[in-house]
């Protein structure tokens, strides 16, 4: 049996061993692209780990509009928050390709964390980092510019950072449409914001794809 744990933080402190019985706690899930893996509001859905394929962590307004928080790949966690301090899920997440997960009810997640107290200590770590990357979010929402946005989303495959954006790079194509998700604005507004990033000579858009031209223009304006 692979080691699928090795590279999540909260088991990484573990021995190889110890990571294959916490895997052998988990409930494996089989997930389709486009699949709702849960809904914001809804009761805990546990722990999921990224076994294989990817995920997007995101927020839905009134009126239908998404903002994506995240996309999560292979050896991600996600959905801590309502396993430790047992509200509702805060964020839906849905399946992004095909993959498969690893859940770990509340209870599990109880168990393990009594059971290896190094898995405990590393909780406050993740959370800081969760946490680290929602306040660049807010930052990035609240004061940057839609075309500075925009270039950040971009820049992503060049040099990961927290804050709008996180997690694209690991994506091989982003379409207007999930730029929009991501930047908190409408895909006509993304079309500007490519196009003045064009004239400036970052970028250079054509069929689809989205071609960094100047990595020091782009980073400039982001």
Excluded: W
């Excluded at 019985?21 to 509001?41: D, H, K, N, S």
């Excluded at 290896?116 to 929602?134: F, G, I, K």
């Excluded at 194509?173 to 400036?200: D, P």
Aim: charged share 25%; net charge negative.
């Amino acid at each position: 049996m692979s080691d699928e744990l090795a590279s999540v933080p909260y088991f990484s402190g573990l021995t190889p061993d110890e990571r294959r019985r916490v895997t052998a706690m988990g409930v494996r899930r089989a997930v389709t692209a486009g699949q709702t893996l849960f809904a914001e509001g809804e009761p805990c859905a546990g722990l999921f780990v990224i076994a294989a394929g990817a995920v997007k962590l995101f927020k839905t307004s009134t009126d239908g509009r998404e903002q994506v928080l995240r996309y999560m790949s292979a050896g991600d966690s996600f959905n801590e928050v309502p396993v430790f301090d047992g509200g509702p899920n805060p964020v839906s997440a849905m399946a992004m390709e095909p993959g498969e997960m690893l859940v770990f009810p509340q209870s599990t997640v109880s168990l393990v964390l009594e059971e290896y107290p190094s898995v405990r200590e590393t909780v406050v770590r993740v959370l800081a980092s969760r946490l680290r990357h929602l306040v660049a979010l807010v930052e990035d929402l609240s004061f940057r510019q839609v075309t500075a946005r925009v270039a950040r989303i971009i820049g992503q495959s060049l040099e990961p950072h927290e804050g709008v954006g996180a997690g694209a790079g690991e994506r091989p194509r982003v379409t207007q449409r999930e730029i929009a998700q991501m930047a908190g604005t409408s895909r006509e507004v993304v079309a500007r914001a490519l196009r003045a990033l064009e004239e400036a000579g970052a970028i250079r858009t054509g069929q689809g794809e989205i071609t960094i031209v100047d990595a020091a223009k782009l980073q400039s304006l982001s």
